[in-house]
């Protein structure tokens, strides 16, 4: 098949690393592979460079842009609808929003349009791996974007999620409820999580962000941004650390809240026990995990935050607020799962972690062969994949 997948743009985060493991398998399994991607822009980092000789075509078209700009979208979408047109795909497969909805509608307009392929193609299949509507903004922007995304449901031929729950909060928005719906957990490369580093890289590490080795590290990866709850793991490190003063945080990752996070902190008087990476490229994640003891994450919106089975595949317990996806692996047998902004809750699961090293461990190993196959990149594409062959044979 000629597979043609949509994303905004190739910043460093789930949604994109799940689209680019996909497309190099498909094209390591015979199939040609094209992806259209807009500029990368913006303080998170770009992966276009793991794009280049990976065995499929990579197209940026500059028009697309996550920020909503009316004339230019109308632009990025009459783009998409000719590039789509001279490439003739028998799947037209989009992520996130602004690539979904413009993705999807171009795709639908040329069903039964190119020449020599059947009326029903091309089909047009959609990931969720994260909706646009959540609690935490206006109940008007919310209500703009559920009547969009019911408009795009209508030109999609079937729905893969990241998550049972993102399937769930779609239907009961009234999305899609004619059309198929798949859940294919997002792939993780596994090896590096797998196989952990040597004492001495660990060593060096922690020797370079000033961190004692013997020292209880809690980490979170995310970007430092609206929404991803660095706030809750600051007050809970203001209450911990008269208790257990041999504990320390680390920030991964960057955004538009870097400055105010480590100003907050300062106000608190919590510099001494907080370290910022700042961005790392993703194959420095692992070795970031496995030299810290415990995955802190608060986010309160996501789909299914990548990080999480990151942790375990490195025999880390993890800790996250009960939001989204979450639950799906996080469950009392790999770690705890806290009300979101519940910051009291947050701090007794810390507790019971440092508390009892036996339980650490326990929960760890736990969680490494609870998703060592669930988000093996293998099982996705093989799921994906039968997506496509279905619809393709059903018209």
Same mark, same amino acid.
């Given at each position: ?11 460093? /985060? ?9 497309? =190099? ?9 094209? %992806? ?10 770009? %992966? ?25 979208? &109308?632009?990025?979408? @009459?783009?998409? =609808? ?22 999807? @509608? ?7 349009? &190119? ?15 994260? *909706? ?21 449901? =209508? ?23 004619? =059309? ?72 991964? +990752? ?23 990476? +700042? ?9 970031? *995990? ?24 490195? +025999? ?27 910051? /009291? ?17 326990? %929960? /760890?190993?736990?969680?490494?062969? @609870? ?25």
């Amino acid at each position: 098949m000629h597979i043609i997948h949509i994303i905004t743009r190739l910043i460093l /985060g789930g949604a994109q690393e799940n689209t680019l493991i996909t497309c =190099k398998l498909l094209a390591q399994r015979g199939h040609r592979v094209t %992806l259209i991607t807009g500029p990368a822009i913006g303080p998170e980092g770009a %992966l276009y460079e793991q794009t280049q000789n990976a065995g499929y075509e990579v197209i940026v078209l500059n028009e697309l842009i996550r920020p909503i700009r009316f004339h230019r979208d &109308l632009k990025a979408y @009459f783009k998409l =609808k000719q590039t789509l047109r001279r490439l003739e795909p028998d799947i037209v497969h989009t992520h996130s929003a602004k690539a979904g909805i413009l993705g999807r @509608f171009a795709g639908w307009s040329l069903k039964g349009k &190119l020449p020599g392929k059947p009326r029903t193609l091309p089909r047009v299949v959609h990931t969720v791996h994260g *909706l646009a509507f959540h609690p935490y903004q206006s109940h008007l922007l919310n209500a703009l974007y559920i009547l969009i995304e019911r408009a795009a449901g =209508k030109r999609t031929d079937t729905f893969i999620t990241v998550a049972d729950t993102m399937t769930e909060k779609a239907k009961a928005a009234g999305i899609g409820l004619d =059309k198929p719906w798949t859940t294919a957990y997002s792939a993780i490369e596994e090896e590096a999580f797998l196989t952990p580093p040597s004492e001495a890289q660990i060593i060096e590490f922690r020797q370079s962000r000033q961190i004692p080795l013997d020292a209880t590290v809690f980490v979170c990866i995310a970007r430092i941004a609206e929404l991803k709850g660095h706030e809750y793991i600051i007050e809970s490190a203001r209450r911990l650390r008269r208790e257990y003063p041999n504990c320390y945080w680390l920030f991964v +990752g960057d955004g538009e809240l870097t400055e105010a996070t480590k100003a907050k902190i300062h106000s608190e008087g919590l510099q001494d026990c907080f370290r910022f990476t +700042g961005l790392v490229p993703p194959d420095e994640i692992p070795t970031i *995990l496995h030299a810290s003891d415990i995955l802190v994450h608060c986010s309160l919106r996501e789909g299914l935050a990548r990080v999480l089975p990151q942790a375990m595949l490195c +025999g880390k317990p993890v800790i996250s607020f009960d939001i989204d996806g979450a639950k799906e692996v996080v469950t009392p047998q790999t770690g705890f799962l806290t009300e979101p902004e519940n910051v /009291g809750q947050l701090i007794q699961a810390c507790q019971k972690l440092l508390d009892n090293s036996a339980l650490s461990r326990w %929960l /760890g190993e736990n969680g490494r062969t @609870f998703v060592k196959e669930k988000f093996a990149p293998a099982t996705m594409v093989d799921i994906i994949e039968q997506v496509y062959c279905d619809i393709v044979k059903s018209g």
